[in-house]
């Protein structure tokens, strides 16, 4: 199978109602594909940031397209809290499933492991632990008396991140980037857009094949230049720190929001929205 | 020039630092990532620095999760906390105020407290703003419990809070806050009138001493350009 296409087919491959893992800011979010997702109007999305999220969970939400989130945490970086993230617990439009990044990591670990659950360590006593019947606390047993929490595994449907580059295999670098492996291997499928694909088999070279996810994992790759933007590639481009901040801004109010998804979907590359 | 008041709160944290082999700081923590810096070359280098979102200081390979990895095994020393809320018995919440879920101000969310201030030794817990709503006399949500029951396993646990008036250590048999010093140019009765919770007090708080002429040329040279890979607007507000 080809698994290149284009990023409207790409994200025609995210279902409404899937449970859809992201990865957090600086390690290949996929804001292109986003944009695609929010044209082609997706809804009721479960996402599970890996293990938080920031302005592509908070244009989901404020579009309308999330039924739930499972997050650590979502912020415009030094913006603060995302704003229609933080409008949506207020008002209740949306679940919000709170949790702590290692717990979020180590269900995604169960998952790619095939293992029923995971125990961790921390979170004895927290409201967190409170607010999650799913997650339970069992004795130790090996040795009795050490309280430990065990989390449920989780298998997303679909998980969706930007790397680098790709080649026509469909094996796709990401470098030192390693829970974007974690959120591979435990998700049923991934979609991946990628700067650029390359000719040459990615798995060939002994010495940068350790920062390959192969190709057996991904169903998808479209190409999508500048595809983070406005958030950054490690070793390609940094975040436009004004764009961020014109967003947060503008995603204070409903309207502003409304103003800004409005220029952003009409931008058909990353340059021509400001 | 004398020292300013992100000066005077780097030192103080650097001097938390000392005896420390290794320390990580988490993301948009610019005063406590300077201060590490500041610890590091005080240490000769013999302290490890890990800063999230620099690709200078990110000594890990294996993901975000190698940090809580690390953590739980022992091999992070320090770590730094804040809050939207800290109580008097050190139970922080950055989670949002009001009844959860449907809180009256909601921020980011727990980000790896809930893991971290169970296992890192000395975790610092840092808040700039010293006001009664931030210092209240319980949180509303319980991001991560300032101190167990026995039998939980927590080898590590709130040690220290830096705010922007002053110092104080947390006693965790006691659950309680003592204030060690007060910054130049603020008062006992001022930190008291800005904390909603009780905190033992001597009848002469020393006031936090200036930094070190050694310390200060480091602030203003090597660290802020240090500091700017990861925080450049931070950096160029540092004096030089």
Not at chain 1, 38 to 51: E, G, K, S, T
Not at chain 1, 72 to 100: C, H, M, N, Q, W
Not at chain 1, 224 to 246: E, I, N, Q, S
Request: aromatic fraction near 8%; hydrophobic fraction near 45%.
């Amino acid at each position: 199978m080809n698994t290149i296409c284009d990023l409207a087919t790409l994200a025609a491959a995210i279902p409404d109602g899937a449970k859809l893992a992201i990865p957090n800011d600086p390690y290949g979010v996929a804001m292109a594909a986003t944009r695609e997702l929010v044209r082609r109007r997706v809804r009721d999305l479960q996402i599970v940031c890996v293990p938080t999220s920031g302005i592509q969970a908070d244009v989901l939400i404020g579009a309308d397209c999330v039924a739930s989130i499972e997050t650590s945490a979502v912020s415009v970086g030094e913006y603060g809290t995302a704003p229609r993230f933080a409008a949506a617990a207020r008002e209740g439009s949306v679940k919000i499933l709170d949790a702590t990044c290692p717990a979020i990591h180590a269900r995604l670990q169960a998952g790619m492991k095939g293992l029923p659950f995971i125990p961790l360590r921390g979170l004895l006593g927290t409201d967190i632990l409170a607010q999650r019947p799913d997650w339970k606390v069992i004795d130790n047993p090996f040795v009795p008396g050490d309280p430990v929490v065990v989390l449920p595994a989780i298998r997303p449907d679909v998980a969706l991140f930007h790397a680098p580059r790709a080649d026509r295999l469909g094996n796709v670098f990401i470098g030192r980037a390693r829970d974007l492996v974690n959120i591979a291997q435990a998700s049923h499928a991934s979609l991946v857009t990628v700067e650029e694909v390359v000719d040459d088999n990615l798995l060939e070279d002994p010495e940068r094949s350790a920062g390959v996810i192969p190709a057996l994992y991904v169903a998808r790759i479209a190409v999508a230049p500048c595809g983070a933007w406005p958030l950054g590639l490690p070793g390609r481009y940094g975040p436009d720190g004004a764009a961020l901040g014109r967003y947060a801004q503008a995603a204070r109010t409903r309207e502003g929001f409304g103003a800004w998804l409005a220029a952003w979907l009409a931008g058909t590359s990353s340059a021509a929205v400001a | 020039m004398s020292a300013t008041k992100t000066e005077i709160l780097i030192a103080t944290i650097a001097r938390l630092l000392e005896g420390c082999r290794s320390v990580v700081i988490g993301n948009q923590s610019p005063i406590p990532g300077s201060a590490a810096l500041v610890a590091r070359e005080l240490s000769d280098g013999a302290l490890r620095v890990t800063i999230l979102g620099s690709r200078r200081h990110t000594d890990f390979t294996n993901g975000g999760v190698e940090t809580f990895d690390r953590a739980a095994q022992g091999r992070v020393d320090a770590f730094f906390l804040g809050g939207g809320q800290i109580d008097g018995e050190a139970n922080i919440n950055l989670v949002g105020s009001g009844e959860y879920p449907r809180v009256d101000v909601r921020w980011p969310g727990s980000f790896g407290s809930a893991y971290l201030y169970f296992l890192v030794p000395r975790v610092i817990l840092f808040r700039e703003e010293h006001t009664p709503r931030v210092f209240v006399k319980k949180v509303d949500f319980v991001s991560a419990p300032g101190t167990s029951p026995p039998g939980v396993y927590r080898p590590g646990g709130p040690w220290k809070l830096v705010t922007g008036l002053g110092l104080f250590a947390f006693d965790r048999s006691r659950k309680r806050f003592a204030l060690e010093s007060v910054h130049p140019g603020h008062t006992v009765d001022e930190i008291v009138a800005n904390t909603g919770f009780e905190f033992d007090r001597s009848t002469s708080t020393p006031t936090t001493p200036e930094p070190e002429p050694r310390v200060l040329a480091l602030i203003r040279g090597r660290i802020r350009d240090e500091i700017a890979e990861t925080y450049p607007k931070f950096a160029a507000g540092l004096a030089e």
